[in-house]
């Protein structure tokens, strides 16, 4: 087959997907691994524009532990995490919202713009739109730990950003969120994705990350049903970083989003191979 009619076939395949997600919204995790590399980066603030164009709401929320351990290595601060979570003092905290929404937050924004988009940037103290509260102390071997400044979600107020996506703009959500007192507190960003996409009632959550999705034997496992999540863990075969992964798009299926996929954003146009071709790519997680 000619080049040419390899592009025109890969278009017809898109079609009914331009119409079967034409008005929906997607929120989009891109997480600090996935961003590191720029000409890659620039590929998918394209793949972002591209689906705004074609009618579909964009809500982009990202990490950034990378960019925050690379500050906290040239200030000779110690990284400490506990249960995969980020021990956050008040030095910490300084630090992680200044990396955030200083620096990652405005690279996102500003590649997305030089693509041609209209994002906007914004944090969940913004019209304190992400209430949270400080987890608790947790106690593992009968040890207590104090978390710091880390946060969980207790509600999102989804106006503010419903009346960004009406118009033409694209979120570009940094992970923080505000307590009762008006303090920053540092959430996980898959959470905030996953809340994100529960209260706007969203068509796809899409984790954007360094991996293919859950492997099993050097193979990619492409659809895990939520009742085979815990399974996984126990044997293994979800470890890490996935963790949080699984269990906040398990918490946003259980929450009525339609579809949460895991999928390596460094793969040039990944966004795009997963919404608008059959197979997709990545894994899925489904209700069964």
Not at 47 to 76: A, M, R, T, W, Y
């Amino acid at each position: 087959m000619r080049p040419e009619n390899n592009k025109i076939s890969t278009l017809i395949e898109s079609i009914p997907y331009i119409q079967k997600f034409h008005g929906k919204t997607f929120v989009i995790k891109y997480g600090g691994n996935a961003m590191s590399d720029k000409s890659i980066a620039m590929k998918v603030a394209q793949d972002l524009v591209l689906l705004k164009l074609v009618g579909i709401n964009i809500v982009i929320v990202h990490g950034g532990g990378p960019q925050i351990d690379e500050f906290l290595s040239k200030l000779d601060k110690p990284r400490k995490f506990h249960n995969g979570l980020r021990v956050t003092d008040n030095e910490t905290m300084d630090l992680v919202e200044m990396v955030l929404t200083g620096r990652v937050n405005k690279d996102i924004v500003s590649i997305i713009n030089k693509a041609g988009g209209y994002a906007f940037g914004l944090t969940g103290k913004d019209a304190s739109f992400i209430k949270a509260r400080k987890i608790k102390s947790q106690v593992n071997n009968r040890k207590k730990t104090d978390l710091g400044r880390v946060g969980e979600v207790v509600n999102v107020d989804p106006s503010l950003l419903l009346n960004l996506i009406s118009d033409k703009f694209i979120p570009v959500i940094s992970p923080i969120g505000v307590d009762s007192n008006g303090d920053s507190l540092n959430i996980n960003a898959d959470i905030v994705a996953s809340e994100i996409a529960a209260v706007l009632k969203c068509e796809k959550l899409i984790f954007m990350t360094n991996t293919d999705g859950v492997i099993k034997k050097n193979k990619l496992i492409p659809n895990v049903s939520i009742s085979e999540i815990s399974k996984l863990i126990k044997n293994q075969i979800i470890t890490g970083g996935m963790i949080p992964k699984i269990e906040s798009a398990k918490l946003a299926i259980k929450k009525n989003v339609k579809s949460a996929h895991i999928i390596n954003g460094t793969s040039p146009h990944s966004l795009l191979l997963e919404v608008f071709t059959e197979k997709g790519i990545g894994t899925a997680i489904n209700l069964k």
